[in-house]
C-alpha cells in the first residue's frame, strides 16, 4: 500500500520510454586516436574507413578502442569476406575484455572534402541498428601543419527525418526551416587516458622543451596546403554552379509549363462559349492526358546542400591556416627587428 | 687442433652485434590498456609484436595484440588458435606487418618466458622479447627489449640467455599529438589552431628567454662559457637570412597580402553561399 504510492508498479516503468539524452561529448580514449591516426597516415592518399568500439553511457559516448577495415576491392566474394573480418576481430577482442560494442566508425579524409551521400547513408546505415552512432573524421594532411585535425560527427535528428521520407523540395525544407548548416552537427571531443598509460607518458615524454608539433607549427611554408585548398573549393563552386543551373533550368520549365497551361485552359474557355452557343455540352476544364499538365519533379536539394557544406569546409580551413600565417608571419617580422 | 676433451663454450654473438628495437608509442599504448583489461587471476599479459625488420637489422615495432593464456608454477597454455586469427586478420589490414617477437608485461625474464619464447622462435627466426614493468618496480617504467643467444656446448645445448638489445623509443607520433593531451587522465577539449599556436609561441618565447639569461650570466662570469654553445648560438642567431630591412619587409607585406587575399575570397565565398541558400529556398512557385 504504502509501495504503490511510492514506487512505480513495474507495468509503468516499463511502459515509459527511455528519455534519450541529448549527446552532448565524445570522450575518446588515447589509444584509440594513436591507432586511427596510424591507420590513416599510413595509408594515405587512400581513404580508410575503421570500426570505433566503446560505451555509450548517458550525454557522453566514450570510445575506449577501434579496428581497421582492410581495403574492401569491388568484389562481391569480399562482401562476406568484409562480415566475416568484421565478426572475427569483435570476437578476439571480446575475449581480451575490450568493449566489444560498435559505437559508430571512423573515416580518413583529405582536406576535410567528406561531406558525400555515401557517408549520409553509412550513418543511416548504422542509426538502424544502433541508436547513438558517431563518425569521426580524422584529416592526416591537416594535422601535417601541426593541428590534430579530429572532428566527431553526427547527423542532426530533423535532418534524418527527412532523409527518410527523402523529400527535399523547397516547401518541406522552409516547413522544417531547414538549412545547410543543420545536415550535420559536430560534437565536441574530450580525450581521456588511463592512470597508467598517463604515467607511461609523463616518464617518456623527452626533455627537450620543444617537441615535433611545434616544428610542425613553425613552418613558414604552408602554400601548397592552401594551393590544394583553393584548387578544391574552386571545383565545388563549379559543382555548385552546375546545380544552381539544373534549379534555373526546373524553374523555367515550370513557368513556361504553367504558361501552357494557362493558354491551353484559354484555348478550352473560348471553344467552350463557343458550344455553350451552338447548345452542346461544355468540355472538361482539364485534360488530364495532356502532356502539360504532367508535374515536373523538383530536383533535389540535397546535393546542393552537401557541396554548401563542404564549401563552408574548405572556407573555414582557409582561415584557420591563414590566421595561422600572420601569427607566423609576424612572429618572424619582429625576431627579424631584434 | 685436437678436438678431445677440451670444449668451448660458444657465444654466438654476430646476430646480435648490430640488432636493435625501435618501439612505436601505439605498442606501449596496446600493452598498457591490455594490461588494465586483463582478467582478474591473470598476473601478467602475454602477446604478440607485429612490425617489420629493416634493412640494417633494425627491428621495427609497430603494432602488438594480446593473447589469452594461462600461468601456472611451471606450465603456460598460450591461446595459438587465436594467436593465429588475429594475425590474419591484422595481415588483412596490413600485409606488411609481420610477427617480431613478444611481450610480457612485468619486469625480468621468468623460466616461463623461455618456454613462450621458444614457440615464438618457431613463428620468427628471432624474436624479439619486450617486457614493459607496468608495476612500476623500480620507481620507474622500465621498457627493455631482449633476444635470446643460444649457449652451447660443444654441440650441446645448455641454455639460452636472453641478452638485452638496445631500444629506441620512437616516440615521435606522440609528439605529434602533443604530450599534453596524452599525459593527463582527461583533457576536456582539443585545443584549436590558435590555441597550439599560443602553446608553440610561448615555448619559443620561454627558449629565447634561456638564451638571453645564458649569455647574460657568461657576460656577467657567473657561468663558465662554453665554447660549443657560444658556436651553437652564434650559428642560430647567423641563421636567419641577412636581408636589408626593406627587402624584408616587402617579403612578409607579399606574403601578408596573399593571405589577406585568401581570407577575402573564402569570405566572399561564404556570403555568395548564404545568398544562394536564401534564393533556393524562398523561391516559391505561385
Known amino acids: 500500500m504504502a509501495a504503490s504510492s511510492t514506487a512505480r508498479s513495474f507495468l509503468q516503468v516499463a511502459a515509459t520510454e527511455e528519455v534519450v539524452s541529448p549527446l552532448r561529448v565524445v570522450q575518446i580514449e588515447g589509444l584509440a586516436i594513436l591507432k586511427i591516426i596510424k591507420h590513416c597516415k599510413e595509408f594515405s592518399p587512400a581513404l580508410v574507413t575503421g570500426q570505433l568500439l566503446g560505451l555509450d553511457v548517458g550525454s557522453v559516448l566514450e570510445v575506449t578502442n577501434c579496428f581497421p577495415f582492410p581495403i574492401r576491392e569491388e568484389d562481391e566474394e569480399i562482401e562476406a569476406d568484409g562480415a566475416n573480418y568484421q565478426l572475427e576481430m569483435m570476437r578476439c577482442l571480446r575475449e581480451v575484455n575490450v568493449d566489444n560494442n560498435t559505437v559508430g566508425w571512423y ?11 555515401e557517408l549520409i547513408e553509412t550513418f543511416m546505415n548504422y542509426q538502424e541498428n544502433i541508436r547513438r552512432c558517431v563518425c569521426i573524421i580524422y584529416d592526416p594532411s591537416r594535422s601535417n601543419q601541426g593541428v590534430l585535425a579530429l572532428k566527431a560527427l553526427k547527423l542532426s535528428d530533423s535532418f534524418m527525418e527527412l532523409y527518410r521520407t527523402n523529400n527535399f523540395t523547397g516547401e518541406k525544407l522552409r516547413e522544417k526551416n531547414l538549412s545547410w548548416v543543420d545536415i550535420f552537427e559536430e560534437i565536441p571531443i574530450k580525450v581521456s587516458n588511463s592512470a597508467l598509460i598517463s604515467a ?4 617518456l615524454e623527452s626533455d627537450t622543451p620543444v617537441a615535433q608539433c611545434d616544428y610542425d607549427r613553425l613552418q613558414l611554408s604552408s602554400n601548397p596546403y592552401m594551393e590544394r585548398n583553393m584548387e578544391f573549393l574552386i571545383e565545388c563552386m563549379d559543382d555548385l554552379s552546375m546545380e544552381q543551373q539544373k534549379f534555373q533550368f526546373y524553374y523555367r520549365n515550370l513557368s513556361r509549363q504553367q504558361a501552357q497551361q494557362q493558354a491551353w485552359l484559354q484555348k478550352r474557355r473560348s471553344e467552350n462559349m463557343a458550344r455553350k452557343a451552338a447548345g452542346e455540352e461544355p468540355l472538361p476544364d482539364e485534360d488530364p492526358t495532356n ?14 546542400f552537401l557541396i554548401t557544406n563542404q564549401i563552408a569546409n574548405y572556407c ?10 600572420f601569427n607566423r608571419l609576424y612572429l618572424m617580422k619582429s625576431l627579424h627587428d631584434n | 687442433m685436437a678436438n678431445g676433451d677440451r670444449t668451448v663454450l660458444q657465444f654466438s654473438t654476430q646476430s646480435t652485434a648490430n640488432f636493435s628495437a625501435e618501439v612505436h608509442p601505439l605498442v606501449i599504448f596496446n600493452i598498457c590498456d591490455c594490461y588494465v583489461r586483463r582478467p582478474d587471476q591473470a598476473e601478467r599479459v602475454i602477446g604478440t609484436l607485429l612490425g617489420s625488420v629493416l634493412s640494417d637489422g633494425t627491428v621495427d615495432i609497430r603494432n602488438s595484440y594480446a593473447v589469452p593464456h594461462t600461468e601456472s608454477a611451471d ?14 586478420s591484422h595481415q588483412k589490414v596490413n600485409p606488411k606487418e609481420v610477427i617480431v617477437g613478444w611481450y610480457s608485461t612485468g619486469l625480468g625474464v621468468t623460466g616461463r618466458s623461455a618456454l613462450i619464447h621458444d614457440f615464438y622462435s618457431r613463428e620468427v627466426p628471432n624474436p624479439v622479447h619486450l617486457t614493459v614493468d607496468t608495476g612500476f618496480r623500480n620507481g620507474e617504467g622500465t621498457i627493455k627489449a631482449y633476444v635470446s643467444v643460444n649457449l652451447a656446448l660443444g654441440d650441446r645445448q645448455l641454455a639460452s640467455q636472453f641478452q638485452e638489445i638496445p631500444l629506441n623509443l620512437r616516440m615521435v607520433e606522440a609528439e605529434l599529438l602533443g604530450f599534453d593531451i596524452l599525459k593527463t587522465t582527461s583533457v576536456d577539449k582539443l585545443p584549436t589552431d590558435l590555441e597550439g599556436m599560443e602553446v608553440t609561441m610561448q615555448r619559443l618565447l620561454a627558449l629565447i628567454d634561456d638564451i638571453y639569461k645564458y649569455v647574460d650570466d657568461v657576460v656577467e662570469g657567473r657561468v663558465a662559457a662554453d665554447n660549443s654553445i657560444g658556436r651553437f648560438i652564434s650559428d642560430t642567431v647567423a641563421a636567419l637570412p641577412k636581408l636589408s630591412p626593406p627587402a624584408f619587409d616587402k617579403l612578409v607585406n607579399d606574403s601578408l597580402q596573399d593571405q589577406l587575399l585568401l581570407l577575402y575570397l573564402s569570405s566572399i565565398t561564404r556570403t555568395q553561399l548564404a545568398l544562394a541558400e536564401k534564393l533556393n529556398t524562398a523561391a516559391q512557385i505561385l
Open chain 1, 291 to 304: 502532356p502539360i499538365f504532367k508535374p515536373i519533379p523538383e530536383p533535389s536539394r540535397l546535393e546542393s
Open chain 1, 316 to 325: 573555414n580551413q582557409i582561415n584557420g591556416v591563414a590566421g595561422q600565417s
Open chain 2, 75 to 88: 606450465q603456460v597454455a598460450l591461446d595459438i588458435e587465436y594467436h593465429h586469427n588475429l594475425l590474419v
Open chain 1, 107 to 117: 573515416q580518413s579524409t583529405i582536406l576535410g572534402s567528406y561531406q558525400t551521400v
Open chain 1, 200 to 203: 607511461f607518458m609523463t616518464e
